[in-house]
């Protein structure tokens, strides 16, 4: 693998970072373990481009893996956050702040009577999961393979192969009983869910889907399967969780769940909530959330909670989240697709651009994209780490895993975008030529 940009002060910072940190990383996927080479050290970075520690200037289509909905460092929020922050950095104690972030969401997720902030989407889900099974006073949990809802203990568990079966833990320290009253559906499969529902449902708590998964690649579902969800949860007397931390205000006409006409119990909520700072969400109707202490019994808490900092920083993102905002967001879709479908075509090369507003992904394969894990193929890595090196030499950062998304921004312009298509368009030249 050649290397042709700089990354010496990347490298030997990655050296150090290694003798005190985890792998040098405090989130796994940071670690550029499926892709060529070091994790790129950032120095700081403004809209659209990050700078590194080696001075090479990069377009960023990973926006922190989702919250920078504008950008990194956008004036206003910034201004915002350092107006609050002479007024104290953290209350402990109620504050305007947390009022008005509510009625933001509020607007959006118009299910919710009321919500609750905690600190980042984990506890978002791991907190609605609580309440749900306090509310249904039942323990078990449906989940989807595919969809990633943090790194809550009930939640890291995949399916087996075949019928949905009871999960078998994704990482050890979590014990049996723990994942044994979680049970994993295939996406995209009504059948499998009905099942289940056949079998346990008067122990089903609740089904959490993210109803756009989004950490499997894209794996868009019908509404028709979200809306049978719905009506099984009805007729069983379980909850519908939607898992909104990356689809939540991305889209133009609210929540993705009201885009598909079906309406969960409770949403929970991150990422560009809190603006590049550090905010969960979950809400629900008055009657589920008056289960959750101090006027109910189930307990929930946070010393951080609802952080001023935070819910300036979340106030001033879902201000700047007006209808112009979210057709820009639109265009910059469109220039995409009209730019890099073409370059793939004209390669002939076996990846399909999937995108949904400002969510986009590079998927292996051809014909229409997957909506299931299991439909996406397992050599995906391959193709994708040179992929990722061409276009990083060549100043465009995607997300150094296969499995990840691309986001688009406020700040990105119609020219980091082509420049992307054009970069490319070399690279898979280059690339048809060696082979
Ligand atoms: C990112 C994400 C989470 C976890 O949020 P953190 O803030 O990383 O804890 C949960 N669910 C979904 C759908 C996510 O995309």
Not at 10 to 39: C, D, I, M, Y
Not at 89 to 115: C, Q
Not at 278 to 292: C, K, Q, S, T, W
Not at 357 to 363: A, Q, R, V
């Amino acid at each position: 693998m050649v290397f042709i940009m700089k990354r010496t002060e990347s490298n030997r910072l990655h050296e150090t970072a290694l003798e005190h940190l985890v792998g040098g990383v405090n989130s796994p996927v940071r670690a550029f373990k499926s892709v060529h080479g070091n994790p790129i050290y950032f120095e700081r970075a403004s809209g659209a481009i990050v700078t590194d520690v080696d001075g090479n200037e990069l377009v960023d289509f990973v926006q922190s893996w989702g919250p920078l909905i504008h950008g990194h460092a956008h004036p206003k929020i910034l201004e915002k956050v350092y107006q609050k922050m002479r007024d104290g950095t953290s209350f402990g104690a109620p504050h305007l702040g947390e009022i008005e972030l509510a009625r933001h969401v509020k607007r959006r997720f118009d299910h919710m009577d009321m919500v609750r902030f905690v600190s980042s989407g984990t506890e978002a889900v791991m907190s609605a999961i609580r309440l749900a099974r306090g509310y249904t006073k039942r323990e078990i949990l449906v989940k989807f393979d595919g969809c990633y809802h943090g790194h809550v203990d009930s939640l890291m568990v995949k399916s087996g192969s075949g019928l949905a079966t009871f999960g078998i833990a994704n990482s050890p320290g979590i014990p049996k009983d723990t994942v044994a009253t979680t049970l994993v559906a295939p996406l995209d499969d009504v059948g499998a869910v009905e099942y289940l529902f056949e079998e346990h449902g008067d122990e089903i708590a609740a089904v959490v889907i993210e109803p756009l998964p989004a950490n499997n690649g894209l794996l868009i579902q019908s509404g028709a399967f979200l809306k049978r969800l719905r009506s099984l949860c009805d007729q069983h007397g379980a909850l519908l969780i939607f898992d909104e931390v990356i689809s939540g205000f991305r889209f133009k006409h609210g929540s993705y769940g009201q885009m598909c006409g079906v309406t969960p119990d409770i949403s929970a909520l991150g990422k560009v909530i809190g603006g590049g700072l550090p905010v969960g969400a979950y809400g629900a109707r008055r009657e589920i959330m008056e289960n959750l202490s101090p006027l109910g019994p189930v307990y929930q808490a946070g010393t951080l909670s609802g952080n001023p900092l935070a819910m300036a920083a979340g106030c001033k993102t879902l201000e700047l989240l007006d209808g112009p905002a979210y057709d820009y967001l639109e265009s910059l879709g469109k220039i995409l697709d009209e730019n890099i479908e073409p370059v793939l075509a004209k390669h002939n090369y076996p990846i399909r651009l999937v995108r949904l507003g400002s969510l986009f992904w590079f998927s292996p394969g051809s014909g229409d994209p997957p909506k299931r894990a299991d439909q996406i193929s397992n050599d995906v890595g391959i193709f994708y780490a040179d992929l990722h090196h061409g276009l990083l030499e060549r100043g465009y950062m995607l997300a150094p895993s296969a499995y990840e998304i691309g986001f688009l921004s406020t700040a990105h312009e119609e020219i980091h975008i082509t420049g992307m298509a054009l970069a490319l368009d070399e690279l898979l030249t280059e690339m048809g030529a060696e082979s």
